[in-house]
């Protein structure tokens, strides 16, 4: 076993549990990445033992268990195998319950309906005292397959005022507890349960699956793995808040020799397969390219051996639509607060931009159709398309959403002459108010796209349908 390896499944290890089944659970059980055979469950115990998952259908029982201590915040996570497609399973774990459906096989023709959208908690948008977040109970009704949380599920490096005095909630009250921000593990660990402590939230994630990413407020404003390896101090800094995220959020192991690989792809029946790709923690450090010249810029995004799996991974699928999930967006500048001097933080910038083109050019030479890119992190909904041959005819799609809580910006406009010449169909936003909102693709037994854009009352505001290219075989 690698050290790293032994370093996060440490986390999961206890020396002071009695092994006595933990009857009390604070949280969960929540559901996390699915498929026809497999799910990830994980709750959280009031105290060290073992927490035992029994899951139900009407076809079999499963019983898993997992050991949690104070390392660990008492909070762990089962793999769970051996199960059914597209199956309804209610699961217990001590004096809670939770549920799900496994996905259908993937050679299986079936609808679909999923869920995204990113930013929950920050600039001071905590849980309102009066209404809570009710964004996720209109997402909740939603009755959705699952949901994709495109990262910054907790703003660690931004303080939550409760007393109305914020500086884009003032007058508003927040639920108290979290009026600094994150230094310590335990910081963090309580920034996730203040969340959980929000009952349209813990229930949402209690009943749809909630495929995970993080971006960068679970670290840090604007993280990479090169900006905060730099430094000893920042190094300890994203140590304690790399083992909070794993802790409170039921992620697969995917390597041994990587444990913290969270790059992955999933299958949903014949008609759509997702590549989930980490914009972080492979990133390069932005540097200019030549003394003087700004702004600085990324040498990669994905990094070498992350864009040759979407690479390869793409290419290969059999899937009708081939949906890229990108915790940013392709063709708007991001970055706070003067990305102009030290860099931008999107796919927009120019370094990144250049990868993206291999990327995409990787895609055409190899006769690539109905591809989708779902991107978050500009704080307004958006649609687009992208014609980089100039042909007349769209060769992808890119839907944004969010945010779920935190501040709503106005749109921006996508990077002048940008090589893959995006077209904006769609954006929608105002600077500050409450403008919270999600998007919802549904995946029609035919292949049509269906894609809207909701907002927290469980409004529509925008919506628009896609038919994919169905080539004879």
Same mark, same amino acid.
């Given at each position: 076993?690698?050290?790293?390896?032994?370093?996060?499944?440490?986390?999961?290890?206890?020396?002071?549990?009695?092994?006595?089944?933990?009857?009390?659970? $604070?949280?969960?059980?929540?559901?996390?990445?699915?498929? !026809?055979?497999?799910?990830?469950?994980?709750?959280?115990?009031?105290?060290?033992?073992?927490?035992?998952?029994?899951?139900?259908?009407?076809?079999?029982?499963?019983?898993?268990?997992?050991?949690?201590?104070?390392?660990?915040?008492?909070?762990?996570?089962?793999?769970?195998?051996?199960?059914?497609?597209?199956?309804?399973?209610?699961?217990?774990? &001590?004096?809670?319950?939770?549920?799900?459906?496994?996905?259908?096989?993937?050679?299986?023709?079936?609808?679909?309906?999923?869920?995204?959208?990113?930013?929950?908690?920050?600039?001071?948008?905590?849980?309102?005292?009066?209404?809570?977040?009710? #964004?996720?109970?209109?997402?909740?009704?939603?009755?959705?397959?699952?949901?994709?949380?495109?990262?910054?599920?907790?703003?660690?490096?931004?303080? #939550?005022?409760?007393?109305?005095?914020?500086?884009?909630?003032?007058?508003?009250?927040?639920?108290?507890?979290?009026?600094?921000? !994150?230094?310590?593990?335990?910081?963090?660990?309580?920034?996730?349960?203040?969340?959980?402590?929000?009952?349209?939230?813990?229930?949402?994630?209690?009943?749809?699956?909630?495929?995970?990413?993080?971006?960068?407020?679970?670290?840090?404003?604007?993280?990479?793995?090169?900006?905060?390896?730099?430094?000893? *101090?920042?190094?300890?800094?994203?140590?304690?808040?790399?083992?909070?995220? @794993?802790?409170?959020?039921?992620?697969?192991?995917?390597?041994? *020799?990587?444990?913290?690989?969270?790059?992955?792809?999933?299958? !949903?029946?014949?008609?759509?397969?997702?590549?989930?790709?980490?914009?972080?923690?492979?990133?390069?450090?932005?540097?200019?390219?030549?003394?003087?010249?700004?702004?600085?810029?990324?040498?990669?995004?994905?990094?070498?051996?992350?864009?040759?799996?979407?690479?390869?991974?793409?290419?290969?699928?059999?899937?009708?639509?081939?949906?890229?999930?990108?915790?940013?967006?392709?063709?708007?500048?991001?970055?706070?607060?003067?990305?102009?001097?030290? &860099?931008?933080?999107?796919?927009?910038?120019?370094?990144?931009?250049?990868?993206?083109?291999?990327?995409?050019?990787?895609?055409?030479?190899?006769?690539?159709?109905?591809?989708?890119?779902?991107? $978050?992190?500009?704080?307004?909904?958006?649609?687009?398309?992208?014609?980089?041959?100039?042909?007349?005819?769209?060769?992808?799609?890119?839907?944004?959403?969010?945010?779920?809580?935190?501040?709503?910006?106005?749109?921006?406009?996508?990077?002048?002459?940008?090589?893959?010449?995006?077209?904006?169909?769609?954006?929608?936003?105002?600077?500050?108010?409450?403008?919270?909102?999600?998007?919802?693709?549904?995946?029609?037994?035919?292949?049509?796209?269906?894609?809207?854009?909701?907002?927290?009352?469980?409004?529509?505001? @925008?919506?628009?349908?896609?038919?994919?290219?169905?080539?004879?075989?």
């Amino acid at each position: 076993m690698s050290p790293m390896l032994k370093k996060r499944m440490k986390l999961f290890e206890s020396d002071e549990s009695d092994e006595l089944e933990c009857e009390n659970i $604070s949280y969960g059980p929540n559901v996390g990445d699915i498929s !026809c055979t497999q799910a990830h469950l994980w709750a959280r115990a009031d105290g060290p033992g073992v927490m035992v998952f029994h899951l139900e259908s009407d076809r079999h029982t499963i019983i898993e268990k997992v050991v949690v201590s104070k390392a660990n915040d008492y909070a762990g996570c089962v793999h769970v195998k051996r199960l059914y497609a597209n199956t309804f399973y209610s699961v217990t774990v &001590g004096n809670q319950k939770g549920s799900f459906t496994t996905f259908p096989l993937e050679i299986e023709k079936a609808p679909l309906k999923f869920l995204f959208s990113a930013c929950i908690g920050g600039q001071g948008y905590g849980r309102p005292v009066d209404t809570g977040w009710i #964004i996720f109970k209109a997402m909740t009704e939603r009755n959705a397959n699952f949901m994709l949380l495109m990262g910054d599920s907790i703003y660690a490096d931004d303080k #939550i005022e409760s007393d109305g005095t914020g500086m884009f909630r003032e007058g508003i009250f927040m639920v108290p507890g979290q009026e600094e921000i !994150c230094m310590k593990k335990k910081d963090f660990f309580a920034r996730y349960r203040y969340h959980l402590d929000d009952e349209h939230y813990s229930n949402f994630l209690l009943n749809v699956p909630t495929f995970v990413m993080w971006d960068d407020h679970e670290i840090l404003d604007d993280w990479g793995r090169a900006k905060l390896s730099i430094e000893e *101090k920042t190094a300890a800094y994203m140590k304690k808040a790399r083992e909070a995220f @794993f802790s409170y959020w039921p992620l697969p192991h995917l390597s041994d *020799k990587e444990p913290f690989r969270i790059y992955r792809k999933f299958r !949903c029946g014949s008609n759509a397969e997702f590549f989930y790709i980490d914009c972080r923690q492979y990133r390069s450090l932005h540097k200019c390219k030549s003394e003087g010249v700004l702004p600085p810029i990324m040498r990669t995004m994905l990094g070498y051996t992350q864009k040759k799996w979407l690479k390869e991974s793409v290419q290969n699928s059999t899937a009708l639509w081939k949906i890229i999930v990108s915790t940013v967006p392709l063709s708007y500048h991001t970055g706070w607060p003067n990305p102009e001097i030290t &860099g931008y933080d999107s796919w927009a910038d120019e370094g990144a931009t250049l990868e993206l083109l291999e990327i995409i050019d990787h895609f055409q030479e190899h006769n690539v159709k109905n591809l989708l890119f779902i991107t $978050s992190d500009v704080h307004f909904p958006s649609a687009l398309s992208y014609d980089p041959q100039n042909t007349g005819d769209p060769a992808f799609y890119e839907f944004g959403a969010g945010p779920m809580s935190s501040l709503p910006l106005p749109p921006s406009t996508p990077v002048e002459n940008h090589p893959l010449r995006p077209t904006v169909l769609y954006s929608e936003g105002v600077f500050g108010g409450d403008f919270h909102n999600f998007g919802e693709v549904e995946i029609e037994e035919s292949g049509r796209v269906r894609y809207k854009v909701i907002d927290k009352q469980g409004e529509e505001h @925008f919506c628009i349908s896609l038919d994919p290219v169905i080539e004879n075989k």
